[in-house]
């Protein structure tokens, strides 16, 4: 079933009908009805994003809801049509009735969550209720409200291993979420046994339903990463949990404090300024104590900094180099006299985090570069290093970027370059 989350629910409406039934037993009793759900309208709430856009839940094809009522036990299925959902199965009652409705069903299973974005809407809980008693015979309108928030999980660290587990207030382990009967809620279901929400091999972006209403521990293993008020989560509200820091500083061999700055999830921990001299690729490619910095500093391979949702680039229609969805945006920024390139991380968590690369003048161009530990195969005796370059023309003060990437058949190893460090893990 695929649906669409953003992070604001935009008012929804889906109409269930269903055909009348010729039979004759229960003459006082129809089946079949018509059902208008409405969506809350959540306008309030967070954005799915810290920069763009908003989010509203979708029905498709092949959506059910669970309808029952306070008159019989069991739940009528009601299911999404091409243009509409229908159950022949639904029967109006002979007094009037309090109605509920319940979507995706009565129960939820919240353990192994795919993590995936489009998935949330499969396990999102919403219930309703009729305003007023009634017999169904002129149709059911029911107003469905969230009844689940959304954590948004950031794996920081290359290759860590994810186990999102959630605990109640009561030290129970969180498993899923049923119907309350005769009531617009749902309960939290709990298991003594530790349930698993999410589990993932490696750092990422994940989303995982999770109860609203309650307070809750969030854990990724036995590692505490937040407990609620209270209150717990708001339903339909969007949270940000992240398993470590994407920011922070260390120490070189000379004594300096250096501010390091995460773009990605899983990404190197970018030094925020360069080696103060120039070096060559021999000397860049250094480690542990023998490194410019020290043991705690390191310079960076091309595959961690290159490539699709790490440092990349698209083309416009003249071939210049422009920022493309899901890794880091860049734009050139006047810094005193000099032209500076800032990157700005583009996923949750990292929205706020820049990283702002110098400009070195060669040849008439503006470059911002930096030696990367890579080097090329040996072409005709040659010995090459990689390095990471973004190359601007400037004509008549209009600026273009010509190149965004690796130059990797140009530069021999004894030139010196800038060398912009990353925290050695």
Not at 252 to 281: C, H, R, S, Y
Not at 337 to 351: A, I, N
Request: net charge negative; charged share 20%.
């Amino acid at each position: 079933m695929k649906k669409i989350l953003y992070s604001v629910f935009m008012l929804a409406t889906m109409v269930l009908a269903a055909c009348s039934s010729d039979d004759t037993t229960e003459p006082d009793v129809k089946r079949g009805m018509v059902l208008k759900a409405n969506v809350e309208d959540t306008n309030t709430r967070a954005t799915i994003t810290d920069n763009e856009g908003t989010w509203k839940f979708a029905f498709a094809t092949g959506d059910v809801v669970k309808v029952g009522n306070d008159k019989v036990e069991s739940y009528y299925t009601f299911t999404n049509g091409e243009t509409q959902f229908a159950s022949t199965d639904a029967m109006q009652t002979t007094a009037a009735a309090n109605w509920y409705a319940y979507f995706p069903g009565e129960t939820i299973d919240l353990a192994n969550q795919s993590g995936d974005f489009a998935a949330i809407a499969n396990k999102y809980a919403l219930a309703g209720m009729t305003a007023s008693a009634t017999t169904g015979s002129d149709g059911l309108t029911v107003t469905m409200k969230a009844k689940a928030a959304v954590l948004c999980i950031v794996g920081v660290k290359k290759d860590e291993k994810l186990d999102i587990n959630v605990k109640t207030a009561g030290d129970k382990y969180v498993s899923g979420l049923d119907a309350v009967k005769n009531s617009a809620d749902f309960s939290v279901k709990t298991s003594d046994e530790k349930v698993s929400l999410l589990s993932k091999q490696e750092a990422g972006v994940y989303y995982v339903v999770v109860p609203a209403g309650v307070k809750l521990s969030v854990y990724n293993g036995e590692t505490l990463i937040k407990t609620t008020k209270n209150a717990g989560l708001t339903p339909g509200k969007y949270y940000t949990l992240l398993t470590g820091e994407t920011t922070g500083s260390a120490t070189n061999k000379l004594g300096d404090t250096i501010d390091w700055v995460q773009l990605w999830a899983g990404g190197p921990k970018f030094a925020t300024k360069n080696v103060e001299e120039t070096m060559t690729w021999y000397d860049a490619v250094k480690t542990g104590d023998d490194f410019a910095w020290g043991k705690n500093w390191r310079t960076p391979t091309i595959d961690e900094v290159y490539g699709e949702g790490k440092l990349y680039s698209g083309l416009d229609e003249n071939d210049f180099a422009i920022p493309v969805a899901g890794s880091p945006s860049f734009k050139l920024k006047q810094q005193g006299e000099y032209l500076t390139m800032v990157l700005t991380g583009v996923q949750p968590g990292y929205t706020k985090n820049t990283l702002t690369l110098y400009n070195q003048i060669k040849f008439g161009t503006h470059n911002f570069d930096f030696w990367t530990a890579s080097d090329n195969k040996p072409s005709a005796g040659q010995e090459w290093g990689v390095r990471f370059g973004i190359t601007v023309y400037e004509s008549n003060n209009e600026f273009a970027i010509v190149n965004f990437g690796p130059y990797s058949n140009s530069d021999y190893k004894d030139i010196k370059y800038l060398v912009r460090p990353i925290l050695a893990e």
